[in-house]
């Protein structure tokens, strides 16, 4: 199985992370600091995802 997914700058911005989402990709990487913003972005994403599925 082929795993995609975004790094760098990309990896951190919440609005990037619900992109990523959007499209199904598997993973973002980001620098250490920004890892809080990007697990809550990520987590909000999700839950607006299931949400729009109801």
């Known amino acids: 199985d ?3 997914g975004i ?3 990309h990896g951190g911005e919440p ?3 619900a992109f990523a989402n959007s499209l199904g ?3 973002v990487s980001c620098s ?3 890892v809080p913003v990007a697990r809550l972005a990520a987590a ?3 839950i607006e995802a299931v949400e729009k599925d109801k």
């Open 2 to 4: 082929l795993k995609l």
């Open 15 to 17: 609005a990037s992370i």
């Open 7 to 9: 790094c760098g700058e």
């Open 32 to 34: 250490p600091f920004r």
């Open 44 to 46: 909000q994403a999700t």
């Open 25 to 27: 990709l598997n993973y």
